[in-house]
């Protein structure tokens, strides 16, 4: 089935940095790719979204462009808050979500 | 907005009790889901459901029921809790489809 690799964290930044997450995906037809974040001590819940070949989700300041090319959906914010820190999740569907471990970030004031 | 609850946040049971976690959804969601989220392991697909009294296996099914009896209310099982079983519990519902899931907070559930 579909499945996604994203990038280990931890990753800790400073305050008005840039952030990349990268995630690659595997899929036997044309998925549709999601981010979704988890607060401190909350359920996960959608950020962006893209359903198709070059759709650029964004949301929040944060973008992700689908590339078929390069099977990836990277994620980026140019500039972060502390706000922000947070776990992040690359998915994609079959018949069923299928999630990435996740990338814990921290984002230091 | 559509609201996903949990019955518990946190929850502490001992080896060989039945545990209930319980999910209700208000947004008349057909596709319900529940998940473990480990460390490292990120979120992993127990069992899911399609409509009421339907089920279905996830990734890690074993060790683990369902119930669904009402459209809004999915219920995981574990039948003999084990300490391998502690573990932060999601639930989630979409509606019509498997993607755009709504969460619910958690029910971190230690076994000991």
């Known amino acids: 089935g579909d499945s996604v690799t994203q990038m280990e964290g931890p990753v800790t930044l400073s305050e008005e940095a840039f952030l990349t997450i990268n995630c690659t995906y595997t899929a036997t037809g044309y998925p549709s790719l999601f981010w979704y974040v988890q607060y401190p001590g909350e359920g996960l819940q959608l950020l962006l979204k893209?359903?198709?070949?070059?759709d650029k989700g964004s949301n929040k300041g944060f973008e992700a462009t689908y590339r078929k090319e390069t099977t990836s959906f990277h994620l980026e914010k140019g500039s972060v808050q502390v706000s922000d820190s947070a776990v992040y999740f690359c998915c994609t569907n079959d018949y069923k979500l299928s999630f990435g471990a996740g990338t814990t970030v921290t984002v230091r004031a | 907005d559509v609201k996903v609850t949990q019955s518990s946040r946190y929850l502490v049971k001992r080896t060989g009790e039945k545990v209930f976690l319980e999910c209700v959804q208000d947004m008349d969601h057909e596709n319900m889901f529940w998940y473990r989220q480990d460390p490292g392991l990120g979120l992993r697909l127990i069992y899911f459901s399609y409509d009421v009294k339907m089920k279905e296996k996830g990734d890690i099914p074993e060790g683990y029921s369902v119930s669904r009896e009402k459209k809004e209310r999915f219920s995981l099982i574990l039948e003999s809790a084990s300490t391998n079983q502690t573990s932060m519990y999601l639930c989630a519902s979409s509606f019509n489809s498997p993607y755009e899931q709504y969460f619910g907070p958690g029910t971190r559930l230690t076994v000991t």
């Open positions: 893209a359903t198709k070949a070059d």
